[in-house]
């Protein structure tokens, strides 16, 4: 029986059959290995999912720092994504942030009774009156579908009336089977109301925008700190330090990187199609892989000036952490991983590790879907289901007047040889033979996946943490990284590197067994037998 | 840091900024993980458990376990029946607990789901019990969450069979493991038997031994909660937080209560200990004494450090009338007082307080948020910000001097340990608001006045 027969043996046989098709374990022998995701969790499951808001508010438009982002719904869901996502941000000059606020319509009784608009609308005034913002996104929880609050009728009338833009986001809790769903309707609402709207062309040689980069803990700012330094200008970030005020001329850059594929692939595919712009796929997580993403995008451009900047600014910041890297690689040389985190981090994160030695021995989604783990060409097969119908899949046209191709179809045939343009191959690939593959991991499967593996430390969220700790394996949370970071590019390297090593070394280790469980403590005399 | 906040006041009624509470299911929730061999379950979309076992897990740094009823759409069109009759199987199967704890959430309140038909109709295993309560999240705050769920415990599970057990009840409010360690050290010291109900000490504080533990040792036990009904009195601890379960008490138990402010600072203790005296008829011991006595000795001494500071408190009702006597105690000002929990007996708690003490022009209110409480500041400052975690925008804002205490406390280690109640618990409090008062002094000092005595 291998590790994941046994993983599931526990199981009785209706929980059985649905996750027995969620985990595997990679075989290099079998093409295309196939995995079951983005399906319903089984009622009852300790599941680390979270649900469609905490996908659109907490992940990709609460990070929008001059949006005042107001949660149409009671209190709860609002107060809980405040401040707790550390997406960082900085107010642009003369700008505002709405980062460090929370706003709710904080609805009682008798607005789920006689219906909410008339307190979201009086609401609305208020936030006009009191902050002026240039932008409002309602962000809606669950019992706003439920009692018929139509808060995209209200973003037009708040649109009309203030003359600003407000853009409304029906992201009901219930809504999909995860965060996942909640992705997906923020990126619709980004490409429908703000992507577009703007006109303020970028003036630098090559410009990008970095999609799906969060900023969490400052890694945000670490990969664009090098992107600037080769001479790159950065129109706009989905949605980490982002703003209404840039996002509305993303159309205008030359390529869209991708570094979150789950959460953000929608906005990229569709300004593919409108604006003409490709998209790279892009890792900044570890050393090796933040250098193959640099040589990645000077390919694209084909500027021999640009290429050779590229390469001396790699060389460069390689150098100045080379020192570092060596003593914590001596340190962490040959341990192993798991890693269990939302929908594109277990795949960046394998890459960092192995830079520093370590091998990933169990990798798990919260909520990726197959292509995330098998690859893009998988999505023709994908087939739909009644949670992803009721997500809507917009449909979108080459724009008229602003469509442009950047490359010819030749020019872009043959670069797809080279790098992952317009694509994405996955994470099974990266992995190793063995190697344990969990979607929709759960409590049960993670306590199994650690005693059957024993990896040297384990990284996940703070719901997990205390739990695998407990157990007596170091824990990192790798969605907050335990309030460090930044984690990305070069420095974050070492920064993580670091942080690893003291999560493995830390000498409270030494200390869970007390002495007097492994020393006898009782002393005495033997005063035998007289008789 | 919240650059955003005016000083000048538009009224608002609809849009809440910066709140002071948060919604019923993690209060639900919070009480269930005080019963042993208890799984909270939330009957409602999967992000609801999620948010709370995160939250309670970033404010006690331990694990929070729960499961949920991961509603879809079609659940929510169709009623959640079918998923919570499969979570149920499902958690009896996997995780084996005693007793299953339903709490609602506004999802499932919305489309209106009735869990007693819905537990009527499941198979529960042999010797295993399902409770529920119902917990709105648009009705109160999880202050209301916690006390609900205590009162589905009662309902579903306490009896009454005439025979005293010789126990008094301790509804210990919304505090921490370190604070309900204290109340019932304190009972123990004064020989009186309780049930304490719920009980999160060594579950929430649980220790570290190399081996996870699902249902750590702690938690007031199933036949404790049976036993309710028979215990000879009950000493309800916060007026806000216990009051409802211990009427619940009273009603259907006959019960007889004594409801207490938490017992935060030297008053509110002594009446805690004067009344676990009256029951059990015993002196209180020296080693109480001894310990107030050290308290008011530490009054004494570092008086001049607090003497007429002003402070604002905030944070959930019980907690911050505790913390408002204590402050009064210290002879300091409490400015502004407020909590998010729309009960408007704190109004009158607080007020009652400051007539008490004599002190004029200090503000209570119930139902505030902290972006309310920051332009309060900003039109007239306070020499300290006494409350939980979000406070420390604010003190950084203004740059005030800031004590955490309360609930959530989501950015410092070891406050879930130790206890605010009880003479200590105030010794502790004290430490904390002169360290800070005394730091600040001696960061901005002259250095011709740094005082190396003090």
Excluded at chain 1, 59 to 79: A, M, N, Q, S
Excluded at chain 2, 117 to 138: C, F
Excluded at chain 2, 314 to 343: H, N, Q, R, S
């Amino acid at each position: 029986m291998n590790e994941r027969e046994r993983m599931l043996e526990k199981y009785a046989a209706r929980v059985y059959k649905n996750r027995k098709d969620h985990v595997i374990q990679v075989d290099p022998a079998v093409e295309n290995q196939s995995i079951t995701a983005n399906t319903r969790t089984v009622p009852g499951i300790i599941t680390n999912r979270g649900c469609c808001y905490a996908g659109c508010k907490g992940v990709v438009v609460g990070p929008l720092k001059d949006c005042l982002v107001i949660t149409h719904g009671p209190i709860g869901c609002g107060y809980y994504s405040w401040g707790t996502r550390r997406n960082k941000a900085v107010a642009n000059e003369g700008g505002q942030n709405y980062v460090p606020y929370c706003m709710s319509t904080d609805m009682q009784e008798s607005d789920i009774v006689f219906g909410g608009e008339k307190k979201l609308e009086k609401a609305i005034a208020e936030a006009m009156d009191i902050f002026n913002p240039s932008c409002i996104m309602i962000c809606s929880t669950c019992p706003i579908g439920l009692i018929g609050d139509d808060v995209q009728a209200v973003a037009r009338r708040t649109e009309e009336k203030y003359c600003i833009k407000c853009v409304g986001f029906s992201c009901e809790g219930y809504k999909g089977v995860s965060q996942s769903a909640g992705h997906h309707i923020a990126n619709n609402g980004l490409m429908k109301y703000i992507i577009g709207t703007g006109d303020k062309r970028p003036t630098a040689k090559h410009s990008i925008n970095l999609l799906g980069e969060y900023n969490i803990g400052g890694d945000g700012w670490e990969q664009e700190r090098v992107l600037k330094r080769i001479g790159y200008e950065v129109v706009t970030v989905f949605t980490g330090n982002g703003s209404y005020e840039t996002m509305k001329n993303a159309h205008l850059a030359d390529l869209n990187l991708v570094m979150c594929h789950r959460s953000i692939n929608y906005v990229a595919e569709m300004m593919k199609t409108k604006y003409g712009i490709d998209w790279l796929k892009v890792n900044f997580i570890g050393f090796g892989a933040s250098a193959q993403s640099l040589r990645d995008i000077a390919k694209y451009f084909n500027d021999p000036e640009l290429t050779a900047r590229t390469e001396e600014v790699i060389s460069d910041e390689l150098a100045q952490i080379f020192e570092e890297v060596e003593f914590y690689k001596s340190k962490l040389k040959g341990k192993t991983a798991g890693i269990f985190v939302g929908g594109s981090r277990t795949h960046h994160y394998q890459e960092l590790l192995r830079d520093l030695g370590m091998e990933t021995v169990i990798a798990g989604y919260e909520f990726a879907h197959r292509d995330d783990y098998e690859g893009r060409e998988v999505i023709p097969s994908i087939k739909e289901d009644a949670d992803s119908k009721n997500i809507e899949t917009l449909t979108v046209q080459p724009d008229p007047e602003l469509f442009q191709e950047r490359l010819g179809e030749q020019e872009r045939e043959a670069l797809r040889k080279e790098i992952p343009l317009d694509s994405y191959d996955g994470m099974i690939r990266v992995m190793q033979g063995g190697s344990m593959v969990i979607d929709d991991y759960n409590h049960v499967e993670t306590e199994m996946a650690i005693k059957l593996i024993k990896p040297d430390i384990f990284f996940s969220g703070i719901k997990d943490k205390y739990i695998i700790q407990k157990g007596g394996t170091p824990s990192r949370q790798i969605h907050s990284y335990d309030y460090a970071g930044p984690y990305a590019g070069f420095r974050g390297a070492v920064n993580f590197a670091r942080d690893v090593t003291m999560a493995i070394y830390t000498s409270a280790w030494a200390y869970v067994t007390p002495p007097w469980k492994s020393t006898p403590v009782l002393e005495g005399v033997y005063t035998g037998g007289a008789s | 840091m919240l650059d955003l906040t005016p000083k000048e006041i538009h009224p608002r009624t609809a849009l809440r900024v910066n709140p002071c509470k948060t919604c019923q299911p993690v209060g639900a929730l919070y009480a269930a993980l005080g019963v042993h061999k208890c799984m909270p379950h939330s009957h409602g979309s999967q992000g609801c458990v999620s948010y709370h076992r995160t939250f309670l897990s970033r404010h006690f740094k331990e694990p929070a376990m729960a499961s949920t009823s991961s509603f879809t759409e079609g659940a929510s069109v169709f009623g959640g029946g079918s998923n919570v009759k499969t979570a149920v199987r499902n958690v009896f199967d996997i995780y084996d607990p005693d007793i299953i704890a339903i709490h609602t959430t506004c999802l499932s309140e919305t489309i209106g789901d009735d869990l007693n038909a819905y537990i009527g109709d499941m198979d529960i295993p042999e010797g295993k019990l399902v409770v529920h309560t119902n917990t709105p999240s648009y009705v109160g705050s999880h202050i209301n969450g916690f006390f609900n769920m205590m009162m589905g415990f009662i309902n579903y599970l306490t009896k009454k069979t005439g025979v005293s057990n010789g126990k008094t009840a301790i509804f210990p409010g919304f505090v921490n493991p370190g604070d309900m360690r204290e109340m019932k050290r304190t009972a123990s010291l004064l020989g009186v038997p309780i049930t304490m109900f719920p009980d999160t000490s060594g579950v929430m504080d649980a220790p570290m031994t190399g081996k996870f533990e699902m249902y750590p040792n702690g938690g007031t036990t199933l036949p404790e909660i049976q036993g309710l009904g028979d215990c000879d009195s009950l000493l309800a601890m916060g007026h806000i937080t216990s009051v409802e379960p211990a009427e619940l008490l009273k009603k259907k138990f006959k019960v007889p209560f004594k409801l207490l402010p938490l017992p935060i600072g030297v008053e509110a203790t002594d009446q805690f200990v004067m009344e676990l005296s009256k029951i059990s008829k015993q002196e209180v011991p020296y080693e109480l004494e001894e310990q107030r006595g050290q308290l008011i000795d530490i009054m004494l001494d570092s008086q001049a450090y607090t003497y007429q500071k002003s402070v604002a408190i905030f944070g959930d009702p019980d907690t911050v009338v505790g913390l408002t006597a204590l402050c009064l105690e210290l002879g300091m000002i409490p400015k502004y007082v407020i909590t998010g929990t729309p009960k408007e007996e704190f109004t009158r708690l607080v007020e009652a307080l400051f007539a008490k003490h004599g002190v004029e022009g200090c503000v209570a209110k119930a139902n505030a948020d902290l972006f309310e409480l920051h332009q309060w500041i900003k039109n007239d400052p306070v020499d300290l910000l006494l409350g939980t975690s979000y406070g420390k925008q604010i003190a950084k804002a203004e740059e005030i001097p800031f004590v955490r205490a309360g609930f959530p406390i989501l950015d410092r280690y070891v406050h879930s340990y130790l206890p605010m109640v009880g003479y200590i618990g105030a010794i502790r409090m004290i430490e904390h608001i002169t360290n800070v008062l005394m730091d600040t002094d001696d960061r901005l000092c002259a250095d011709e006045d740094l005082e190396v005595v003090l």
